[in-house]
């Protein structure tokens, strides 16, 4: 062979050495028969050098884990993954129909007793929903008992506020104006000093917040049909008759259906057929006033719903008797104010 074209085979004695070849140095071949020269090998790390001897591998460097870190199952290694971010239940604003437990026995039993107060007028109509109030305050709170942001509001601050707002408009529209002074008053005091207490200062001010939200909601939704039980039955009436058969509606054709727009849908069209019966039978409303009031409380009663929801720390939590009352959340208050302006 020639000596351009040798192949120098090593041997045992001097092992070749892998790596690309220095640009240049083709043309300086070894002679024939003479062992070829290995190149010096630069000095290995301390840590994980191969043995001498052991050809080198070429490839890249993946980095060791931690000695309290593993790669996770089915990931391929080399890739540090941090903790796994703290579950969140979240969920649609407008919530599937709840099938458990006696729904239609609950229903019946929830008209039958909130009709009862409202023929005894408007004291005991608002100490009813004074209770009604505390208990889905206290539901709303209890539901960021495990959300990720770690507010915490305080159940029995919210339910004694929305409590006393309602009894209070129970007595008059002076007395509600006082009771909501008082309890905003004593409700941020309250959770401020459990929340200090608790979390320290920094979290005072996100939990106060949040109790005071966790109390409006329920008692925005039962001050308008107290307030208007005070100027006389039929508005009342009306209120909750469109209330509760706008969940009744949408409860049924909601738990029969996938589609998520149904129940809401079936709800309005209810709202639409009362509409017709209170324009024939209720004097109090003339001209085009029920019709008014019965469009407005269509448009306004599928909105509640999302607004409970949106007080919820977690949306999947049952909060049963937040549930009873949220269509009224939108409808109680600004269709309380239309019927007072447009009927009288």
């Excluded at 089915?74 to 129909?97: D, E, I, K, M, S």
């Excluded at 959300?147 to 129970?170: I, K, T």
């Excluded at 039962?222 to 509760?244: N, Q, T």
Aim: aromatic fraction near 4%; proline fraction near 10%.
């Amino acid at each position: 062979m020639g000596g351009g074209d040798a192949l120098v085979t090593p041997t045992a004695a001097a092992p070749s050495v892998a790596g690309p070849i220095p640009s240049g140095e083709t043309d300086a071949a070894p002679a024939d028969g003479a062992p070829a020269e290995a190149a010096p090998a630069e000095a290995a790390p301390a840590d994980g050098a191969p043995a001498d001897g052991a050809p080198a591998v070429a490839g890249p460097v993946v980095a060791e884990w931690p000695p309290d870190q593993g790669p996770e199952e089915g990931r391929a290694p080399g890739r540090r993954q941090g903790p796994p971010p703290p579950p969140v239940a979240r969920g649609r604003l407008v919530p599937a129909p709840d099938l458990t437990g006696p729904k239609v026995s609950l229903g019946l039993g929830w008209a039958v007793v909130t009709g009862a107060a409202l023929l005894g007028g408007s004291v005991i109509l608002g100490a009813w929903f004074a209770a009604v109030a505390a208990l889905a305050s206290v539901q709303a709170a209890r539901s960021w008992k495990r959300a990720p942001s770690g507010r915490r509001p305080v159940p029995q601050a919210a339910a004694a506020a929305s409590a006393l707002v309602v009894a209070g408009a129970g007595l008059g529209i002076v007395a509600g104006v006082a009771a909501l002074v008082l309890a905003v008053v004593g409700a941020t005091i309250w959770a401020a000093l459990v929340a200090i207490g608790r979390d320290g200062d920094e979290a005072a001010v996100g939990d106060v917040v949040l109790t005071l939200a966790c109390a409006a909601v329920p008692a925005a939704a039962l001050v308008g049909p107290v307030l208007l039980r005070g100027h006389g039955l039929a508005a009342s009436l009306v209120l909750l008759v469109y209330a509760m058969v706008y969940d009744a509606s949408a409860w049924l054709v909601g738990s029969g259906t996938r589609r998520r727009w149904d129940g809401p849908v079936a709800g309005m069209a209810s709202i639409a057929s009362v509409t017709v019966a209170v324009a024939a039978v209720f004097p109090q409303f003339k001209g085009s006033s029920p019709w008014v009031l019965g469009a407005l409380a269509a448009v306004l009663a599928p909105l509640g719903p999302a607004v409970a929801t949106l007080v919820l720390g977690n949306r999947r939590a049952r909060v049963p008797a937040l549930r009873r009352i949220d269509s009224l959340i939108v409808l109680g208050p600004l269709w309380a104010i239309a019927a007072a302006v447009i009927a009288t």
